[in-house]
């Protein structure tokens, strides 16, 4: 108690402020008093009451301060390294530290008191970075730079100049934090050097890259830049700085000494891109200021940007493309001056981990796409040029496995090579691209594709000139570096593969355009070779598959190579050189192919590439191209599977055809000339050579594609089927041709299948005669007049109905009736190919022809003898057939003969007899060891008694016709026309 006793009467205070201020409170006292009179008359009277102050007087702030020096001299000082700790004060006294600095700074300009203040801006600038404060950093950075006063030049004095110094120093102290101030740093930097560049009197890079587009456009450039001073003139007269978006507006200035020309002058320079006033003495500099900062301490923020860490280093890149675009926005005072510094710091920075790398070149790349695209042509030149700088650097260093670097840091060349609409550009690339490949090919991994990309651009410029460029380098790369276009990445071969496939189809040179033809055959031999590399089972062929040839059969057996085809493939025979005929005379391949993604992956892209060549509207470019994919089917079939060759023949071989098979019908006969002048043309020259060349490969690798028997008798049977006499005609000699190169390597069922095929496209090409003496019916539902009871000129000639509606008169010279008329005569003439293609085959293969299928061929022959014979016979018909010509007028080389048949009656029944001799006088052979069951299961005999009675019937009827026609002949027709007579028994 006696504690608690002592602490009531003697209070426990601290000595501190245990302070003398008896007098301090009478003073209180007294003016507080003071204070209650002068309110209490001021509330009587009605007036304002007097405020009352809070400000402390000068003696409480004077006994504050010895108070706190007193409590100084004993406190002990703590190093604190958590921010934490800090980053409270430095929040509560930025604002007094900024307004004391700030207006002593501009207010005084004693060097002491100027050196205090601006360590203070850089340390609380440094201190706010460190802490991560951005809008504390971001304010003494912007003070920074507005105390340098390079927005108004004319009003700079030294001190604007050390500020500039403090600027480049916090920029070198706290670069990994300034993050997007960057921008307001080097943007100070860039006007800067603009000064010094003035100063000094050198020309400006306004006037030495405005100088070729003030050649080019002197009249427009004068006028566009008298309406954008007139445009601004009121924006940046009163000194302003211009805007970010405006950085290329140039105001008026009272009159330019530089209205007329591309260049600008100096002031008008400054006022591009430092935004000055507009008064010419506005743009004075002071030389001493400017020169106080020289351009070894401008170029060490550059250069100590290799310093920087992973995300600095970006935000730098970011900030300085942003500062070179607003240099080189306005295209008549251009500055190149960051655009330099962008390669400098590049290869500073090159030396980076890859990832860091990928996010720098990811801002560069798309920073020099857009410069390289620039209006300004000198500009657009010297960005292509830089970037041909950095990819040589960049190609000197060794590419990891697995990575993809040099594809997205020459990607660039790809996007201007297809976005720039200057001549000059394009060829400027095709020269950087042409030059790095072939200086550091060693090095190229990845980069081949991107390469190739701008090569394959090339090859369809509009220009002659870059495409020839463009060739000579891909002919130097695929003749001497073959090797390294694959060594790293398998798939560029594809992109070699369309690059030379693009070249091909540029319609400005011929000879390049054929050599790319025969860089395809070279790069399929060493894709057969397995000069790319390994692929997934892609095994040895150990001689398990037959790999030469069986028959060797020429291209065209009815005609030699003309002198002209042989001048027009020598370029495309030399161009591959030595290496390449060596491949084509290899005929065993090393590697197997199966029906795998990466197999067809490589291959379909040179077949495909090669296939639709094919279309080609130049002649020579069709017969190279067919000529070279079959010599490598050829050459290097044997290396395929079975499986494999199906998918060349569905994706390759048979799309050769799609055009013919859709195009190419009865109605397209009576097109226009030129229209059938084409396609005659491609029928005759491509066409018929195509489906040589596949009959001719599929015998030499019957043994491969025997499976694929089927769809190719289709195509044959669609091609025969046709009413279009040139198409019919080629499936007839190519299905002879077809027999001839395989008909020994044919089993039973095989020959059953051809002959089977035959047979049907001879049913369905029996021509029908009465379908030309029968109007097409109008409606669905009416039915067709009867032809033996309806009179001639009624079925020909009379105007019948249909539903009430009239018809118009059928006619063979038009329409249907002509269509008709010109089917009948196509599939009368395919009946005659394909009796003929019948004998051929039998009497070359019969002693290997199973017999079912001598059996089938005979029965052909039949059918056709008698349906020809049936219509011989119809004398009706015959007259009303005549009659129907006569009336129509038909042109004399249309006209169907009468009798309508009787050539492909003879025929047949040659053929059909021959074969029948043929069989009962064999004997079983060595040759023909089954002559005698042919016998027996044809019935040789029993079809000769048939034949011979039917022959001696026809005979007769023949003679009684022609006493019939004689005598009709002596009645004259009521038109006048008379049918054309032709005796039956004279030509039996």
Request: with cysteine; proline share 3%; aromatic share 8%.
């Given at each position: 108690?006696?504690?608690?006793?002592?602490?009531?009467?003697?209070?426990?205070?601290?000595?501190?402020?245990?302070?003398?201020?008896?007098?301090?409170?009478?003073?209180?006292?007294?003016?507080?008093?003071?204070?209650?009179?002068?309110?209490?008359?001021?509330?009587?009277?009605?007036?304002?009451?007097?405020?009352?102050?809070?400000?402390?007087?000068?003696?409480?702030?004077?006994?504050?301060?010895?108070?706190?020096?007193?409590?100084?001299?004993?406190?002990?000082y703590f190093a604190a390294s958590d921010p934490d700790t800090v980053r409270p004060m430095l929040e509560l006294i930025w604002a007094p530290l900024l307004g004391c600095f700030s207006l002593l700074f501009d207010e005084y300009s004693d060097p002491r008191l100027l050196d205090i203040c601006l360590a203070g801006f850089e340390a609380a600038t440094c201190l706010s970075a460190l802490l991560a404060v951005g809008n504390l950093r971001d304010v003494f950075v912007n003070s920074l730079c507005n105390f340098t006063h390079l927005h108004s030049p004319a009003t700079m004095k030294p001190k604007n100049g050390l500020a500039f110094k403090t600027l480049i120093n916090v920029a070198l102290q706290v670069g990994n934090h300034l993050d997007e101030r960057w921008l307001e740093v080097l943007r100070c930097i860039s006007r800067w050097e603009l000064l010094q560049q003035i100063a000094s009197g050198m020309p400006t890079d306004a006037v030495l890259f405005a100088g070729a587009a003030a050649a080019a456009d002197k009249g427009k450039a004068g006028a566009a830049l008298k309406d954008q001073f007139k445009r601004l003139s009121g924006a940046t007269a009163a000194g302003a700085p211009a805007a970010s978006g405006d950085i290329g507006g140039v105001p008026a200035a009272g009159g330019a000494k530089s209205m007329d020309t591309m260049a600008m002058s100096e002031a008008s320079i400054k006022r591009a891109h430092i935004g000055a006033g507009g008064k010419e003495e506005e743009l004075q500099v002071p030389a001493d200021i400017i020169n106080s900062v020289d351009t070894a301490q401008l170029n060490k923020v550059?250069?100590?940007?290799?310093?920087?860490?992973?995300?600095?280093?970006?935000?730098?890149?970011?900030?300085?493309?942003?500062?070179?675009?607003?240099?080189?926005?306005?295209?008549?005072?251009?500055?190149?001056?960051?655009?330099?510094?962008?390669?400098?710091?590049?290869?500073?920075?090159?030396?980076?981990?890859?990832?860091?790398?990928?996010?720098?070149?990811?801002?560069?790349?798309?920073?020099?796409?857009?410069?390289?695209?620039?209006?300004?042509?000198?500009?657009?030149?010297?960005?292509?040029?830089?970037?041909?700088?950095?990819?040589?650097?960049?190609?000197?260093?060794?590419?990891?496995?697995?990575?993809?670097?040099?594809?997205?840091?020459?990607?660039?060349?790809?996007?201007?090579?297809?976005?720039?609409?200057?001549?000059?550009?394009?060829?400027?690339?095709?020269?950087?691209?042409?030059?790095?490949?072939?200086?550091?090919?060693?090095?190229?991994?990845?980069?081949?594709?991107?390469?190739?990309?701008?090569?394959?651009?090339?090859?369809?410029?509009?220009?002659?000139?870059?495409?020839?460029?463009?060739?000579?380098?891909?002919?130097?790369?695929?003749?001497?570096?073959?090797?390294?276009?694959?060594?790293?990445?398998?798939?560029?071969?594809?992109?070699?593969?369309?690059?030379?496939?693009?070249f091909t189809n540029n319609p400005h040179s011929m000879t390049v355009a054929l050599n790319a033809i025969a860089f395809l055959r070279f790069c399929a031999s060493k894709l057969a070779e397995g000069a790319i590399g390994d692929l997934p089972e892609a095994v040895p062929a150990v001689g398990t598959e037959r790999l030469g040839p069986t028959r060797v059969v020429a291209l065209d057996q009815q005609s030699d190579r003309s002198p002209s085809k042989a001048a027009n493939s020598q370029p495309s025979a030399t161009a591959a050189g030595g290496a390449s005929d060596a491949a084509f005379g290899a005929q065993q391949s090393t590697m197997k192919f199966v029906d795998r993604d990466e197999h067809v992956y490589f291959w379909f892209p040179l077949l495909a590439g090669l296939s639709e060549l094919t279309f080609d509207p130049r002649v020579e470019i069709r017969r190279s191209a067919l000529e070279v994919l079959f010599d490598v089917l050829k050459t290097h079939g044997g290396s395929f599977a079975d499986s494999f060759w199906s998918r060349i023949f569905d994706r390759v071989l048979l799309p050769i055809f799609d055009h013919v098979r859709a195009e190419v019908t009865d109605t397209t006969t009576f097109t226009s000339e030129r229209r059938r002048a084409q396609e005659d043309a491609w029928l005759y020259e491509t066409c018929?050579?195509?489906?040589?060349?596949?009959?001719?490969?599929?015998?030499?690798?019957?043994?491969?594609?025997?499976?694929?028997?089927?769809?190719?008798?289709?195509?044959?049977?669609?091609?025969?089927?046709?009413?279009?006499?040139?198409?019919?005609?080629?499936?007839?000699?190519?299905?002879?041709?077809?027999?001839?190169?395989?008909?020994?390597?044919?089993?039973?069922?095989?020959?059953?299948?051809?002959?089977?095929?035959?047979?049907?496209?001879?049913?369905?090409?029996?021509?029908?005669?009465?379908?030309l003496v029968t109007p097409p019916l109008r409606a669905a539902g009416g039915s067709a007049p009867d032809i033996t009871a309806a009179a001639p000129s009624a079925a020909a000639g009379s105007?019948?109905?249909?539903?009430?509606?009239?018809?118009?008169?059928?006619?063979?010279?038009?329409?249907?009736?002509?269509?008709?008329?010109?089917?009948?005569?196509?599939?009368?003439?395919?009946?005659?190919?394909?009796?003929?293609?019948?004998?051929?085959?039998?009497?070359?293969?019969?002693?290997?022809?199973a017999v079912p299928a001598m059996v089938t061929l005979a029965d052909s022959l039949q059918?056709?003898?008698?349906?020809?014979?049936?219509?011989?016979?119809?004398?009706?018909?015959?007259?009303?057939?005549?009659?129907?010509?006569?009336?129509?007028?038909?042109?004399?080389?249309?006209?169907?003969?009468?009798?309508?048949?009787?050539?492909?009656?003879?025929?047949?029944?040659?053929?059909?007899?021959?074969?029948?001799?043929?069989?009962?006088?064999?004997?079983?052979?060595?040759?023909?060891?089954?002559?005698?069951?042919?016998?027996?299961?044809?019935?040789?005999?029993?079809?000769?008694?048939?034949?011979?009675?039917?022959?001696?019937?026809?005979?007769?009827?023949?003679?009684?016709?022609?006493?019939?026609?004689?005598?009709?002949?002596?009645?004259?027709?009521?038109?006048?026309?008379?049918?054309?007579?032709?005796?039956?028994?004279?030509?039996?």
């Open positions: 108690r006696s504690l608690y006793d002592r602490i009531v009467h003697n209070e426990i205070k601290i000595k501190d402020d245990l302070v003398d201020t008896a007098g301090t409170k009478a003073a209180a006292e007294a003016a507080q008093r003071g204070n209650m009179l002068m309110n209490a008359l001021w509330s009587i009277v009605g007036g304002y009451k007097q405020a009352e102050s809070h400000e402390p007087t000068d003696d409480a702030i004077k006994l504050t301060l010895d108070n706190l020096h007193d409590r100084a001299k004993g406190a002990t550059y250069m100590s940007s290799s310093q920087l860490d992973s995300d600095a280093i970006v935000a730098f890149v970011k900030s300085l493309a942003a500062i070179s675009l607003d240099e080189l926005r306005d295209p008549r005072a251009p500055r190149v001056f960051s655009l330099t510094k962008i390669v400098e710091i590049s290869h500073f920075n090159m030396s980076r981990i890859r990832l860091v790398w990928s996010r720098i070149w990811a801002v560069l790349s798309q920073y020099f796409i857009a410069v390289s695209c620039h209006s300004n042509l000198s500009v657009a030149m010297y960005a292509v040029d830089s970037l041909r700088q950095l990819a040589m650097k960049f190609l000197e260093r060794d590419e990891l496995a697995n990575y993809t670097f040099q594809n997205d840091f020459l990607r660039p060349f790809v996007v201007v090579m297809r976005q720039s609409q200057a001549v000059e550009i394009r060829e400027l690339i095709i020269r950087c691209v042409s030059q790095m490949v072939l200086a550091r090919v060693n090095n190229v991994k990845s980069g081949w594709k991107s390469m190739f990309m701008v090569f394959t651009t090339a090859a369809g410029d509009p220009d002659p000139t870059i495409v020839r460029l463009a060739f000579d380098t891909i002919e130097k790369i695929v003749r001497e570096h073959f090797s390294h276009i694959t060594e790293t990445e398998t798939t560029t071969f594809t992109d070699c593969v369309n690059c030379l496939i693009a018929t050579q195509c489906l040589q060349h596949l009959v001719d490969l599929f015998g030499q690798f019957y043994d491969l594609m025997q499976g694929l028997l089927g769809r190719l008798l289709e195509l044959l049977a669609s091609f025969i089927s046709r009413s279009h006499a040139s198409l019919a005609s080629v499936g007839v000699a190519a299905y002879v041709r077809l027999i001839n190169s395989c008909g020994t390597e044919l089993d039973g069922q095989t020959w059953r299948e051809v002959i089977g095929m035959l047979q049907q496209v001879m049913q369905d090409t029996l021509p029908d005669a009465v379908e105007q019948s109905t249909a539903a009430g509606q009239p018809r118009p008169p059928y006619s063979l010279r038009e329409g249907v009736g002509m269509r008709r008329l010109v089917k009948f005569k196509v599939q009368a003439g395919v009946q005659l190919l394909l009796v003929q293609a019948a004998s051929e085959v039998y009497a070359l293969h019969y002693h290997h022809m059918l056709v003898a008698q349906h020809a014979r049936k219509i011989n016979t119809d004398l009706q018909l015959r007259r009303r057939l005549a009659a129907q010509q006569a009336e129509d007028r038909v042109q004399e080389d249309r006209q169907v003969p009468d009798p309508p048949l009787l050539r492909q009656e003879t025929e047949a029944s040659h053929a059909y007899l021959s074969v029948l001799l043929h069989v009962s006088s064999s004997k079983d052979s060595k040759k023909w060891p089954a002559a005698s069951e042919a016998q027996r299961a044809i019935g040789a005999s029993h079809r000769l008694v048939q034949l011979a009675y039917v022959v001696l019937e026809r005979f007769s009827l023949g003679a009684d016709s022609n006493n019939q026609q004689q005598q009709q002949q002596q009645q004259p027709y009521s038109n006048g026309g008379t049918p054309r007579g032709s005796s039956s028994k004279a030509a039996l």
